[in-house]
């Protein structure tokens, strides 16, 4: 039986009531159609998998927007603060962040995910892209729908800034970054919001 059609059994089976709540069991449910319905933009970098892979809001289940607190509750994820504290506290601050036996960075700006950061080979984006892998495997990958750019700060030595995006999801532009070099290969994978991930800046 399809998960639509016992969705369409629970609602027919279950006592109706007027004027009292829904039960938490059949908001789950509704939570669940509801998720694996989406479309577009938002349904290709749906976060709900289990998988830690990169997507344009995020890496699998930590979602840019999140709080800190929230980001630290997720099952498996270890974060350690880089740094001196932030001045003010909450404002713009690094976390190393683990999960899955890899290490990334996390950046956060008022106490909030606002950038992921990945510059382990053991994660991977939706379309299969990875740290190491060529400049010319990232082009095959997503072809027209990159821009490239000199890097602000490593154009010099040959390194691009290649933006895949912007995706609209939920009122806000999201995208994939990939810092690359012809010798090098990619090295880093950044996730979040457009204009976060074209800054090449960490915390000013």
């Not at 601050?93 to 950038?115: C, P, S």
């Amino acid at each position: 039986m399809t998960l639509g059609a016992i969705a369409r059994l629970a609602l027919l089976c279950a006592p109706r009531r007027s004027a009292t709540p829904v039960s938490s069991g059949a908001l789950i449910l509704g939570f669940l159609v509801g998720s694996w319905s989406w479309t577009g933009a938002l349904a290709a970098s749906d976060p709900s998998t289990s998988d830690w892979s990169v997507h344009a809001r995020g890496l699998g289940r930590l979602m840019v927007g999140m709080s800190l607190d929230e980001a630290r509750q997720l099952a498996g994820m270890q974060l350690e603060q880089e740094g001196a504290p932030p001045v003010p506290a909450d404002y713009c601050a690094y976390y190393r962040a683990r999960v899955a036996g890899k290490e990334f960075h996390l950046r956060t700006m008022m106490n909030q995910v606002n950038r992921i950061e990945v510059w382990s080979p053991g994660f991977r984006t939706r379309s299969g892209v990875s740290v190491g892998d060529s400049i010319e495997r990232v082009k095959a990958a997503h072809g027209t729908e990159l821009s490239v750019e000199p890097h602000h700060y490593l154009w010099d030595r040959d390194f691009v800034l290649m933006v895949l995006g912007p995706h609209e999801i939920d009122g806000f532009a999201y995208g994939v970054a990939f810092v690359a070099s012809p010798v090098r290969g990619v090295t880093k994978v950044w996730a979040g919001r457009y204009d976060e991930i074209r800054q090449s800046e960490g915390c000013l």
